[in-house]
């Protein structure tokens, strides 16, 4: 019978070849390690519509339910400084877009009908061959889509450029002459449409999943009118509003509202429902595998509605948190919104950052930075700021502008005058004539209560002047 032993020649080439095989697959893991250390990140850009700096219950909001943002601030950064820079949509989506202050775009007010445009001093739309964060995306290789709200043209302008114009390979919007949603199929439409949105989103990562991509995801919701959901109103049935559970001048706001409850609950309910969708795409990155290499930017457009306003009576109540001011105001509360950041292994997780000045016009370089894409000579008004997301807060290193040229809803001392410059822990407001100025210590005074002006006339007057050198470098 045929013996089996090996000799020791033998079975020392059979552990070689073994070991072989098992050092050949070790490298191709290591190899594919390093391949997804080395890709570039995806972006997901979810910007809201009209949500209060206070209204995410892990910004401290008593009464609303955000599982789904409160997980994503546990597993990234909270922002607590960060500035739009206007205090209505579309100058303000411009900025993101842009890098640029949008007065430079002639961009003021919202996009509205022709009319409304032409009495503003506006274009009909943000001219197409502006550069944007997608258009260097796009040139830097990445697959990128726009769902949701667009906004960067006026109404019932049918010739307005598509998303696609703007370096957007693929989208379906709002407030747009691109394709769209019929709304009134769903007499719910509102309170469906993050889902809807969250539904494209998924599709298009699901589809480009194996190479970067960048997907703006602009939501409807809060803005009015609201209508969420009997589902979505069962979880806030109960709800009775202390005033005394918030603070600075939202407190007396609120005691002032006309059917605090009511509003309050149609208000919650909305929010929740946004946060339920967007937790749903949170969820589908996890089992996609994308999570750990998808940075994602959670803001708002701008402060949250004033119930002043003709039909906001319920949207009306979201909180700009102890900041003084609501949309259209460049108080505080107008311009200052919530905002997190999480990319995991890179962004640091449950951090509160509360030092660093952080501005919508520093989107586009920054994000430009950490997708390793050029950023041409467009003179960007923002600074990278990739350092400060990356966990290293540091001063800013560029000032803030603001102009103001449309009214304030409700309450007077909601009305500043229509220029605003903050540098370091200044922020001063002033006239076009250099009169009526506001000198403010934000990081000791965030509620804008008391005018320094007379006691710092030197630092009032310095920031006086780049403000008026800003507003008069401006196109007419």
């Not at 089996?4 to 070689?16: F, K, Q, S």
């Not at 597993?75 to 890098?99: D, E, H, I, K, W």
């Not at 997907?215 to 009118?225: E, F, G």
């Not at 002043?308 to 259209?328: D, I, L, M």
Request: with cysteine.
């Amino acid at each position: 019978m045929r013996s089996t032993r090996l000799t020791r020649r033998e079975a020392l080439r059979r552990i070689g070849l073994g070991l072989g095989a098992l050092t050949a697959s070790g490298a191709r893991t290591a190899r594919a390690a390093q391949t997804r250390k080395k890709r570039r990140p995806n972006f997901v850009f979810i910007l809201t519509d009209d949500l209060g700096w206070g209204d995410p219950k892990c910004f401290g909001h008593p009464y609303i339910k955000t599982p789904a943002l409160d997980r994503l601030a546990g597993q990234g950064t909270l922002l607590t400084q960060f500035y739009v820079n206007n205090p209505v949509c579309s100058p303000s989506r411009t900025a993101f877009m842009t890098g640029h202050f949008p007065a430079r775009h002639g961009v003021h007010q919202h996009f509205a009908r022709r009319e409304q445009n032409k009495q503003r001093g506006m274009p009909n739309w943000l001219a197409p061959d502006v550069t944007t964060v997608t258009d260097l995306l796009k040139r830097a290789g990445y697959a990128t889509a726009h769902f949701g709200k667009w906004h960067l043209c006026g109404g019932g302008i049918p010739e307005a450029p598509t998303p696609s114009a703007y370096g957007i390979d693929e989208h379906r919007t709002m407030n747009s002459s691109g394709p769209g949603w019929d709304v009134r199929k769903d007499p719910y439409f509102r309170a469906h449409s993050t889902g809807l949105f969250v539904d494209e989103t998924i599709r298009f990562v699901q589809k480009h999943r194996d190479r970067p991509f960048f997907v703006n995801l602009w939501t409807l919701v809060p803005h009015a009118t609201l209508k969420p959901t009997p589902e979505e109103l069962k979880a806030y049935e109960s709800l009775t509003v202390d005033t005394g559970a918030f603070k600075g001048s939202m407190r007396r706001y609120l005691s002032q509202a006309p059917k605090l409850d009511s509003q309050m609950k149609v208000y919650a309910a909305a929010v929740t429902g946004m946060d339920q969708a967007l937790g749903r795409l949170f969820a589908k990155l996890d089992e996609l595998g994308l999570a750990d290499n998808t940075l994602i930017f959670f803001t708002s457009d701008n402060g949250p509605e004033d119930y002043h306003v003709r039909n906001a009576r319920n949207a009306g109540v979201g909180s700009p948190g102890p900041f003084r001011g609501r949309k259209r105001s460049i108080y505080e509360g107008g311009v200052r919104t919530s905002c997190i950041v999480r990319w995991p292994g890179h962004v640091p997780a449950g951090r509160r950052d509360e030092e660093s000045v952080i501005t919508a016009v520093d989107f586009l370089p920054t994000v430009c930075r950490l997708a390793g894409a050029d950023v041409p000579a467009i003179q960007p008004d923002g600074e990278d700021v990739s350092d400060i997301l990356l966990g290293k807060p540091r001063p800013r290193r560029k000032p803030i502008f603001w102009e103001w040229r449309g009214g304030v809803a409700g309450d007077p001392a909601y009305r500043p005058p229509p220029l605003a410059i903050r540098e370091g822990k200044w922020k001063l407001l002033v006239g076009p004539d250099g009169s009526s100025r506001e000198l403010y210590d934000i990081p000791n005074d965030p509620a804008e209560k008391t005018n320094l002006a007379s006691k710092h006339p030197d630092v009032a007057r310095r920031l006086a002047e780049k403000v008026l050198a800003w507003k008069k470098a401006l196109p007419k």
